[in-house]
């Protein structure tokens, strides 16, 4: 047992003692297509910490449904309304655009930081001497707040605090985007009866970025598609299980790989 909210006492001090390390998996309620749940990011990163726990020890976190986003800059340049195909007059925070029937759950950055340096020091006075923030929402603002947060709390050699992206490097470096094929082949891994790539514009029809909120990495970092709409082979459609059950697979145990590099750095006694 590694989820932490169904332990009992005991069986968190046992863990405790045989591997010191809390996971904190995190993310926000965010908009991801018509076709995806919400909670993603978050459910993400849950399990990608489960995977990790159960095989270098551990317990993990109940999942925090909470990340931070920004208003989009109007352009041109990375993240920017123009790069997305947006009108340069509406205003935009993350991932939420104009025509979205459903708001993300953003929280404001600062409130955001307080939430999460608290988990961090219950975590470090319970005595746990690696703390994990699992991160599943790829936003630049998002990423910045949890690695100051780490390097603030961090107390090497003895008590260490440290950032982990959920997602591996692309090995082409585009990135995972956003709702696109990765994250949708993620899903289909994860919960694929909540997955409905029916719900998107049928195949060779256009899928633009501004009309659904999916994006390629690309085009988050200023390179968008001519048309700004995905390109065809980053479409949520040719994603499959198969490939979100390699990607978690392959994730987990990039973290388990960390986790125990981390335990094995800490000083003994
Ligand atoms: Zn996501």
Redesign the pocket.
Known sequence: MVRYELMRPDEVADARRRTPVAYVPL?PL?W?GPHLPLG??PL?AHEVALRAAREVGGVVLPALFAGTETVRPAGPGPQSLATLGLPPDVRVVGMDFPGNPVSSTYIEESAFGVIVRELVRNLLEAEFRVVVLVN???AVNHQAALRRIAAETDRPPSQRVVYHLAFLPDPDARGPG??ARE?TAIALGLFPERVRTDLLPPPGAPLYYAEHGIVDAPAFDGHPSPDFALPQDEHPRTATPEQGASILEAEGRALARSVRELVTSLPTG
């Open positions: 993310g965010e991801h993603l990011d993400h599943g929402h790829g956003h709702a994250e």
